[in-house]
């Protein structure tokens, strides 16, 4: 979902907020990036623990309380990975190639086979399709090449027996990328431990991929791949500072500090940005109505957010109960990074963060629902999110890149200190304090229920004309209709008492309600399985409980596959329902409330 939101206007900006803002150090930030840009912070390794000792040490010097989280994390390092050419006219006889976090180790004499193209969608988190024409082609023995880059599409031709895939990058660039192929979200359990790849997946440049398909259009093309990747579980140090307020509520405000070889861009300009974020908020603690932890994630880029999984699952009713937002700092003070629209954010701060862009940048942006990626380990506790990435390159300046403001070097060797932009570095740093300071200082923050019910009333509708009498959503749509009408009355009670403040003990009960509501909502939104587990990691429709729904119509009714999947479909129905009534079970604490009170007014 994307576009310009009606609804959640912050208050403008005052004296004393831009007075917090003009307490932001680039010079400061410039020193710390510095020394983080000078050591290899791949996770598990000797340099990320400097890193994190680093970051925990600067913020102690500060007077911040700092926690040191330690435990194991499942780690992948890609070690070795090679291409030779067997037969292909016209090919060389090697092709350049990495292979990805995760993939398959091959014996010593490689594998080869004949390779076989299928086209792809070119986007890493949002492809929904290429995994049926996977499924439906003749790849079983093959090595296929294709520009789809998602996990689902790899664990499709795995399971059609490919014997190795090779991701031919979508964008232009001169440059071979890093990657991590594992679509399980974090540490594995016993029921997802097979799910990680058994074949080789190595990734070569745009160039090296379309000579491969002008080789095949000539005739068969044979190659020989090697890949070698160590897996396993090593010890890892996840940093927390602590920014007290006068509640035991929180944001929660985050980063990776992993990276692949330096990684200026991703992430060293996030954690001097968190840095600078937890600095100055500490200084202005006084004001705070609720806490900031600010956390620096291990294991991201090696073990499919390691760091943050952890803390989801080990912090998990502290989230559910008293986080009120997460905000993700990834990539920001990129060099040539001018726009920042659309932001990243769940609908119930939408309007928030639009409002906030524009008012710091000039600006007029819209919004796009958070993708299955970037550290999101936080919907299975329902806590809402605002921003990714940030600040971006212009179009005709972009690469097909999972971040680093969207420059070709994302992922590379090339990401150093020359392709950040200080005064970027700046202007992002006082788009994250500003919103980081709104949520904490405000009683009632800016954010809105009714957008985020709105939201999935549109899923639903679009959702059952795709399914058509297959199956029926008019329970979900019921119930949605019903939370909407609650949403729009208890917005606006919200709103008129963050205006003209209220009696503490309204205050809460108003906090209490919209955070039990918006925990629903983002579990509808966002979550497809269990609320305690991690959904995987690979491209993710809206209201996901329900999105196989679509797939009925491929099915023919009478056939075991669609009964299976309808049996299911009715149970997560069931779930969606549940989790719907129980945020209108929420608001109606609220709603009876302010009835009575009305009621009592008249006598």
């Not at 509520?249 to 500090?257: A, I, K, P, T, Y």
Request: hydrophobic share 40%.
């Amino acid at each position: 979902m994307t576009g310009r939101p009606a609804g959640a206007r912050a208050r403008r900006l005052d004296a004393a907020d831009h007075g917090l803002l003009a307490q932001v150090s680039v010079p400061r930030m410039w020193r710390d990036l510095e020394v983080l840009c000078s050591v290899d912070r791949t996770s598990g390794t000797a340099g990320e623990r400097r890193a994190m000792d680093y970051i925990a040490q600067r913020l102690r010097a500060e007077g911040i309380r700092v926690e040191v989280h330690e435990f194991a994390a499942y780690l992948s390092y890609p070690r070795e990975g090679r291409i030779e050419v067997v037969a292909g006219a016209g090919l060389p006889r090697a092709i350049a190639a990495k292979t990805r976090a995760f993939s398959g180790t091959t014996p010593p004499e490689g594998v080869t086979a004949e390779v076989v193209y299928v086209p792809g969608g070119v986007d890493l988190f949002r492809d929904t399709e290429t995994h049926r024409r996977l499924e439906a082609g003749a790849i079983a023995g093959k090595i296929v090449l294709s520009e789809a880059g998602s996990r689902r599409n790899m664990q499709a031709a795995q399971e059609r027996g490919a014997v190795a895939y090779v991701h031919m990058w979508p964008s232009e660039e001169d440059a071979l990328h890093e990657g991590i192929v594992s679509p399980v979200w974090g540490a594995p359990t016993p029921e997802v431990v097979h799910a990680f790849p058994r074949i080789p997946i190595l990734s070569v440049t745009k160039a090296s991929g379309e000579a491969l398909r002008a080789a095949l259009a000539r005739g068969p093309v044979r190659l020989r791949v090697h890949s070698r990747v160590e897996t396993g579980w090593r010890p890892v140090a996840l940093p927390v500072a602590h920014v007290p307020g006068r509640t035991d509520e929180f944001v929660l405000f985050s980063g990776h500090v992993d990276s692949w070889h330096l990684g200026a861009t991703d992430n060293a300009t996030g954690n001097v940005v968190t840095m600078e974020v937890a600095r100055i908020l500490h200084g202005a603690r006084a004001r705070l109505y609720r806490g900031v932890r600010c956390a620096f994630w291990p294991g991201h880029s090696t073990g499919r957010y390691a760091g943050s999984t952890w803390y989801a699952d080990h912090f998990w009713h502290e989230l559910a109960e008293r986080c009120v937002l997460h905000i993700n700092c990834d990539s920001p003070g990129v060099v040539g990074a001018t726009v920042y629209d659309p932001i990243t954010a769940t609908a119930d701060v939408a309007g928030f963060g639009t409002a906030l862009v524009r008012e710091l940048t000039g600006q007029t942006v819209g919004w796009e629902r958070p993708v299955r990626a970037g550290d999101q380990s936080f919907w299975g506790a329902g806590v809402p999110s605002l921003f990714m990435g940030l600040s971006m390159r212009p179009p005709g300046q972009r690469w097909h890149v999972g971040g680093s403001g969207l420059g070709w070097w994302w992922h590379t060797e090339a990401d150093t200190l020359d392709k950040v932009d200080p005064e970027v570095l700046r202007r992002d740093a006082q788009i994250y304090l500003a919103a980081a300071y709104r949520f904490a200082a405000a009683p009632l923050p800016p954010q809105q229920v009714a957008p985020a019910v709105d939201e999935l009333r549109t899923v639903v509708a679009a959702l059952q004309r795709d399914v058509g009498d297959r199956f029926d959503l008019t329970s979900v749509a019921a119930a949605l209709d019903g939370l909407a009408q609650r949403a729009r009355r208890f917005d606006r009670i919200a709103a008129a008492t963050a205006r003209a403040g209220g009696p503490p003990r309204r205050v809460d009960a108003l906090l209490r309600a919209r955070r039990a509501a918006i925990r629903a909502l983002v579990q509808a939104g966002y979550v497809g399985g269990s609320p305690f587990d991690h959904d995987p990691a690979v491209p993710q429709r809206p209201l996901p409980a329900l999105a196989d729904a679509r797939d009925l119509a491929q099915l023919d009714p009478s056939s075991e596959d669609a009964r299976l999947l309808g049996t299911r479909l009715v149970r997560r129905r069931n779930q969606v329902v549940a989790t719907l009534q129980a945020a209108a079970a929420a608001l109606d604490v609220v709603l009876d409330r302010d009835r009575s009170r009305r009621r009592s007014r008249r006598r």
